[in-house]
């Protein structure tokens, strides 16, 4: 089996090299391109722009109105209008260089709160989306803040502001396209979603979709989209005009991933004296930059998540992301979530000191119990939360998790000032603060998702063996090995036996982009796969007790019927029904649509939830946070992998870490990226098996009717990086005391922006 590799490392023979002509104006038409000069440079083969793209020239993963090339107008820095190809990379950065482009600039818009009343600056407005999630019995308690004030209740009102978080994997954008005589045009590149990109690029090249194929390679380190496609697409331009492979490597000062958009979050918070919650509205605003991306799913589930997990009967919440001059925006890992945490989670610590309370008692008074109403966009009376949402059991496992030591002990490096290693004992004080998170899993973007599967079972010179086939890309999350965990459970083939690779078609599996659940898309439609084979498979030994293959199942080595009367050793079974030479195919489906069999009922809405403690240590001079510790316990509904999960946890926990004290799309690269230097300790407290274990009921046709597939299990990569921000900042204020009243807290929290300093 070849190893994967990444696309920055892959040669292709007679290999050119692309660049782009962008923008230097955020905002200007395009009023004459000149070409000649980069074409007269010898070892340049083509310099193509808008005009030269045979198909359509717009893309978008949810609305199409981005363009592969800028042709009347660019609406933000960086936006390519013109691509080169040439022998050396060199040559193609100056070539491109040499392209005229006579600019008209035009005024940009960079405010989010202006986009609306602005004069528009796309075809389609300014406004992209716009939502309201409202429920309550006291709908003037909403209406009139006033009122409540006079009725002895506490009003808690936030502005929270966070900057734009660039998108920055650890691997450069890369793509590489080949052209294939009657095959068509390949195109290598580290994407999460194959099928989707390769319909995308067809339809811009003006191609039949069985002439491009879209190669997945190594993915260095992604969650959700990947390279921008038009980026494949005009590669493949190229690698067509002038019948060469083409390698597209974009700079890592150059827009190339959609980051997480900057976002202004107003709450207020009515809370009784008791502490109970009466009432939260919320507004929030999404810069989408120049184009939507998928930012419109961003707020939508920001405004699911807003009230977090507790329990409030009165809800009103806004939102709306709206274009700009900004680069554009996209989702990262955390989602609109990890910006509402942090937001919410400061009002509860706020309403707990206004009652007198504390923010912890706030929260213990109004945990979201099932049944309790949460906003949801299918509904705008809210949806009752499923069961379990077993918050109290994640709270006492990081309250019991040990402290770390204070002082942090001689080594300079342990203390506060990163750069420089300049901080002092006598100025460092430290914090500790506790969030609770929720992420949604009833998000009904996913509803659409789908993916299909072979499983492919043989004998080899070592026993029984599985080839899986399948679209789900390795991102370093686990997939792969969450996927050979299924197949060993289902036919107790080792996992070390059992092979996940990608369709050589990838029209030949369809499937979707499955990039926000990938493990219950495409781990179910293998699941789905590998119970087929083992239907068939022992088919004849279910015959010989009177039952259906279907009835049979693995335990613990042993092949069992559905009412553990036949035993037999899966050694045995297999000897007998698996001869050398014989393949048994299995095929298997999984769709989202069916998303109501995992959360039990379609009128509820499925939760996971979880708890972060964070200890920092503050400079108080300097204005640097050291994250020294973060547990963290969650619902994971049902483990599959331990180790992945854990690992998988923890790298969010550094992500948050990042998001809120260093992350910016603003600065320079190398500046606000934390590295394994940056890494708190992670104590990974507990991942809550909540789920009962699924069985497989007999219908009235006599056959298993079966549970659904990886039934209870729950994403645990998205709730670390949505909680360890509210955490962080709860342990700041809690070493430095609360920011200046009526000032709006900003993130990320450099030292520039540090209130304990500036004040």
């Excluded at 190594?218 to 083409?246: C, F, K, N, S, Y």
């Excluded at 150059?254 to 008791?274: K, S, T």
């Excluded at 260093?662 to 606000?672: K, M, R, T, V």
């Amino acid at each position: 089996m070849t190893e994967p590799k990444f696309p920055a490392d892959l040669r292709a023979e007679g290999m050119l090299w692309m660049a782009a002509t962008r923008s230097p104006h955020a905002s200007a038409a395009i009023r004459g391109l000149d070409m000649r000069a980069a074409r007269a440079i010898p070892g340049v083969h083509a310099v193509l722009s808008a005009a030269d793209l045979p198909g359509y020239n717009f893309h978008g993963p949810r609305s199409i109105d981005q363009p592969v090339l800028a042709a009347d107008v660019a609406r933000y820095i960086g936006e390519p209008v013109v691509v080169v190809a040439a022998e050396h990379p060199a040559l193609a950065r100056a070539a491109a260089e040499r392209v005229r482009v006579v600019w008209d600039p035009l005024r940009p818009l960079h405010d989010p709160d202006q986009s609306a009343t602005a004069a528009p600056i796309h075809p389609d407005g300014n406004v992209l989306h716009s939502t309201t999630l409202a429920f309550g019995t006291e709908p003037a308690t909403l209406a009139d803040p006033a009122s409540a004030a006079s009725a002895g209740r506490k009003v808690i009102e936030g502005e929270y502001v966070f900057d734009a978080v660039a998108a920055r994997p650890a691997a450069p954008a890369v793509v590489i396209a080949v052209p294939n005589g009657e095959r068509g045009i390949e195109i290598y590149v580290a994407t999460v979603s194959p099928r989707g990109d390769r319909e995308v690029v067809a339809q811009c090249l003006g191609l039949p979709v069985e002439k491009v194929h879209v190669i997945p390679t190594r993915v260095g380190g992604a969650d959700t989209h990947r390279e921008d496609v038009g980026l494949q697409v005009q590669a493949a331009l190229l690698a067509m005009a002038t019948g060469r492979p083409v390698k597209a490597v974009v700079p890592r000062d150059a827009p190339a991933h959609p980051g997480r958009p900057a976002a202004q979050l107003r709450y207020r918070h009515v809370v009784a004296d008791d502490g109970a919650l009466v009432a939260v509205e919320a507004d929030i605003l999404l810069d989408g930059g120049a184009y939507a991306s998928t930012t419109i799913d961003i707020l939508d589930e920001a405004c699911r998540l807003a009230v977090g997990p507790y329990r409030v009967p009165n809800v009103r919440v806004t939102g709306r992301v709206v274009r700009t001059n900004n680069p554009p925006a996209g989702r990262v890992r955390g989602g609109g979530g990890a910006l509402t945490c942090a937001a919410y989670e400061a009002q509860m610590d706020a309403a707990g000191t206004a009652v007198g309370l504390g923010g912890l008692e706030v929260r213990l008074r109004n945990l979201l119990r099932p049944g309790d109403l949460v906003p949801d966009a299918s509904d705008p009376l809210g949806k009752p939360a499923a069961a379990p949402v077993p918050i109290p059991d994640c709270l006492h496992e990081v309250l019991d998790t040990p402290m770390p030591s204070f002082p942090p002990g001689p080594d300079i490096r342990e203390y506060p000032g990163t750069v420089g290693r300049t901080g002092e004992l006598t100025r460092i004080r430290r914090g500790v603060g506790v969030a609770l998170g929720m992420a949604d899993l009833s998000n009904p973007t996913q509803l659409g998702e789908y993916a299909t599967a072979v499983v492919l079972v043989s004998m080899s010179p070592d026993g029984p063996a599985a080839t899986v086939a399948c679209s789900a890309v390795e991102t370093g999350s686990g997939l792969h090995d969450l996927i050979r965990v299924s197949v060993e459970r289902t036919l107790g083939i080792p996992a070390e036996r059992v092979a996940v690779r990608a369709p050589e078609d990838p029209g030949s599996l369809p499937s979707s982009s499955a990039v926000t659940h990938p493990a219950w898309v495409h781990g179910s439609a293998v699941e789905a796969a590998a119970k087929q084979v083992r239907a068939k498979l022992f088919q004849a030994l279910a015959e010989q007790i009177g039952i259906d293959g279907g009835l049979l199942k693995v335990v613990d080595g042993y092949l069992v019927s559905h009412d553990d009367v036949f035993h037999l050793p899966l050694d045995d079974a297999y000897r007998q029904c698996l001869p050398a030479g014989r393949v048994v195919r299995g095929d298997g489906e999984f769709r989202m649509l069916t998303m109501p069999t995992l959360t039990g009922t379609s009128d509820a809405a499925s939760v996971a939830v979880g708890a972060v403690r964070a200890v920092v240590d503050v400079d108080t001079e300097l204005g640097l946070v050291n994250v020294v510790q973060v547990a963290i316990a969650q619902d994971a509904g049902r483990v599959a992998v331990r180790e992945r999960a854990e690992h998988r946890v923890a790298s969010g926990v550094v992500a948050g870490a990042g998001f809120v004290l260093s992350e910016g799309a603003d600065l320079p690269f190398g500046w606000g990226e934390p590295s394994a230097m940056d890494a708190p300790e992670v104590v990974v407290a507990a991942l809550l098996e909540t789920a009962e274990e699924a069985k497989e009921e007999i219908g009235p046709d006599g056959l298993p009717v079966a549970a659904p597939p990886l039934a209870g299990m729950k994403p645990v990569g998205d709730l670390s990086v949505m909680a360890t921000p509210a955490a962080v900042l709860a342990a700041i204020r809690d070493a430095v005391g609360d920011p200046r009243e009526g000032s709006p807290l900003r993130l990320p929290l450099r030292p520039d922006r540090a209130w304990w300093v500036l004040s």
